[in-house]
């Protein structure tokens, strides 16, 4: 089949990949910088071509509880929604979370803490990958850097959370929502049938068809040493999923006397600036998470002890070095963090000029 | 006469629905929900949906409705019912998808989206159980106590000047373009059973047909919450809540 070849935003990539992937419902509420997908799905108008249900609701909590709703029946659904829209939905999250149950959530994420910006940000990272709502709960946290990561994501997303039977999220930054690239659409494939979605999910609230026993999904257990057991459970898919599901990318480390640590839009300013040292004789690699949850701490760890330095750049106040840090625990290799917040992103020279304060003398040793 | 004899078929009027199960319920003793309880599983039944019906049970007491009904089940979020019905319903059509909800739930927590889904005609039935008060956390004051009313957070009765008033929920509800059925009902007695079970009927067709939000409000007792005998809070619902909280048919579209 011809690649389908298209010029279009994150945000309209990740509408048009979940209509191309079969989604069953999509459930949102606008909110800057993510609304072209809820106006991408309202303009494809996919009801009328894959049957899919896509619905404006009246808050973030509402869209979430119908994802909730939907996911309940073993639908593939998915909310999206930008940082304080996702702290609205936090409640929802760690009940998909605790009930078992399989959907992607998409956080474009904008500057806070508060209302705080509209413009590009990664400061939501703690809360993506550290929990976020209450109990104890991960989601498999995917970080794209480009806008064709956010059409592949979809489907990754998606495979992920019905495999393991937990929310997957899309940690996109608002640069790669908004940006404009060459992206290839997936080749669409159909919705699955009423048949599929039995044999598939077992579990799922469709009716008691065939006189079957009743499915009931629900996350309340008031006797202790069950609760406890359906915690130790969670816990069990959680570290699968650790051992199976990490992802990275290295641009350079083979031959590297330094690292950077950059997840996102940033990593590829990164890679820029990495390009500008190499020019000066300055050996510089990066590593890109692709799972923020779960961490490539076994990769890190390697590397740390291969290298003289580290440098972690967020889009934050420095909240993915916490976990670089505990990746390097036990060496005494010095890791730092740049970071600029809220809508201000860094050009490769700034980068640059970060990594020679910390470096700049050894390094042109 | 034997207890063989006695439960021949030609002499049952009366028995436990089949899809009323054997769990024993944790319900106080007076309390209306196993009345409305009963009802669900035996419509259900007489109506052929057991392999078509969703459930969405609300937090309150009637947070293990699902222990008691065998049908599938989807346990909400407090006061968010209405927004997984919506979804359940959209995304599965041909199922019947109703929510069971108390005052706290529905017309405190969950105001926005019960208002919202049933402004947007979702083709659910909503059932409503109004006692005016919050029973499972111990007796507090919900949206829909009465003015005067002593609950534990209003231990001098509710003021309206400090806590507002009592919010008639179901008036609103019938006012959306989006409902197709609103009604009030009540359980306390066999003839209020009757008009109940009718009107949760036409909810349930409702539903399965796609005519709209169907809404239907059982004005309920809560004795332990009140603090009253069974019988005496039967008698001061029918002389104080039926005031304010009148029973009859609201609306109804699809005559």
């Known amino acids: 089949m011809e690649e389908d070849v298209r010029l279009m935003k994150g945000n309209e990539a990740i509408a048009h990949a979940a209509i191309r992937y079969g989604v069953d419902g999509y459930f949102g509420y606008p909110i800057t910088p993510q609304s072209e997908i809820l106006e991408t799905l309202e303009a494809e108008m996919p009801w009328e071509t894959t049957g899919m249900v896509v619905l404006q609701a009246e808050s973030e909590v509402a869209a979430i509880n119908m994802v909730y709703g939907g996911a309940s029946t073993g639908k593939a659904v998915m909310t999206s929604s930008s940082s304080p829209g996702i702290s609205l939905k936090q409640e929802g999250i760690s009940y998909l979370a605790a009930t078992e149950l399989p959907a992607l959530i998409v956080n474009v994420m904008r500057g806070g803490p508060g209302l705080g910006t509209i413009h590009p940000s990664q400061s939501d990272y703690f809360q993506a990958v550290k929990g976020g709502g209450h109990g104890d709960y991960r989601l498999i946290v995917l970080a794209p850097s480009s806008v064709q990561e956010m059409a592949d994501f979809v489907a990754l997303g998606f495979d992920l959370a019905f495999k393991y039977r937990t929310p997957s999220m899309i940690l996109a930054d608002g640069i790669v929502g908004q940006m404009m690239e060459k992206v290839v659409l997936p080749p669409a494939r159909p919705r699955r049938t009423a048949e599929q979605i039995a044999e598939q999910c077992p579990w799922a609230a469709t009716g008691r068809r065939g006189g079957r026993k009743p499915n009931v999904l629900t996350s309340l257990e008031l006797d202790s040493a069950v609760m406890e057991k359906n915690n130790e459970r969670f816990q069990r898919t959680y570290s699968e999923i650790e051992r199976n599901e990490v992802r990275y990318q290295e641009y350079f480390t083979d031959d590297a006397d330094y690292l950077m640590v950059a997840f996102g839009s940033i990593a590829r300013i990164c890679l820029k600036s990495i390009e500008m040292a190499r020019a000066q004789g300055i050996k510089i690699g990066l590593l890109r998470p692709i799972t923020l949850w779960p961490f490539p701490s076994a990769e890190i760890a390697r590397l740390s002890r291969k290298v003289k330095g580290m440098l972690v750049v967020e889009l934050n106040a420095g909240q993915m070095i916490e976990d670089v840090k505990l990746a390097a625990a036990g060496t005494d290799v010095p890791i730092y963090h740049f970071g600029r917040m809220g809508g201000i992103v860094p050009n490769p020279d700034e980068v640059l000029a970060a990594f020679m304060k910390h470096f700049g003398n050894e390094s042109q040793k | ?255």
């Open chain 2, 1 to 255: 006469m034997t207890r063989q004899d006695i439960i021949k078929p030609e002499n049952l009027v009366y028995e436990k629905p089949r899809l009323l199960n054997e769990n024993h319920m944790h319900y106080c003793p007076g309390c209306s929900h196993g009345v409305v309880h009963r009802i669900i599983a035996e419509l259900i039944e007489e109506m052929g949906l057991e392999e078509k019906a969703i459930g969405v049970a609300p937090v309150g007491c009637a947070v293990f409705a699902y222990k008691y009904i065998d049908i599938d089940w989807i346990e909400a979020a407090h006061g968010r019912a209405p927004a997984i019905a919506t979804a359940a319903k959209r995304l599965n059509p041909e199922n019947l998808v109703f929510t069971y909800q108390g005052d706290g739930d529905l017309a405190a927590i969950g105001t926005c989206e019960t208002i919202h889904a049933a402004n947007r005609g979702e083709n659910i039935a909503i059932i409503f159980i109004n006692n005016g008060i919050y029973g499972m956390t111990g007796g507090q004051m919900a949206p829909t106590t009465l003015e005067g009313m002593k609950t534990s957070t209003t231990p001098y009765g509710r003021r309206v000047d400090l806590n507002g008033y009592p919010l008639r929920i179901t008036d609103i509800a019938a006012q959306l373009d989006g409902t197709c059925y609103v009604t009030r009902q009540a359980v306390h007695t066999p003839a209020a059973v009757r008009k109940a079970k009718a009107a949760i009927r036409q909810a349930f067709k409702n539903s399965m047909e796609g005519r709209g939000t169907s809404f239907v409000e059982i004005v309920s007792t809560c004795s332990s919450g009140w603090k009253m005998t069974p019988e005496a809070a039967n008698k001061w619902m029918e002389e104080h809540m039926f005031e304010k909280y009148p029973l009859g048919e609201l609306k109804n579209t699809v005559k």
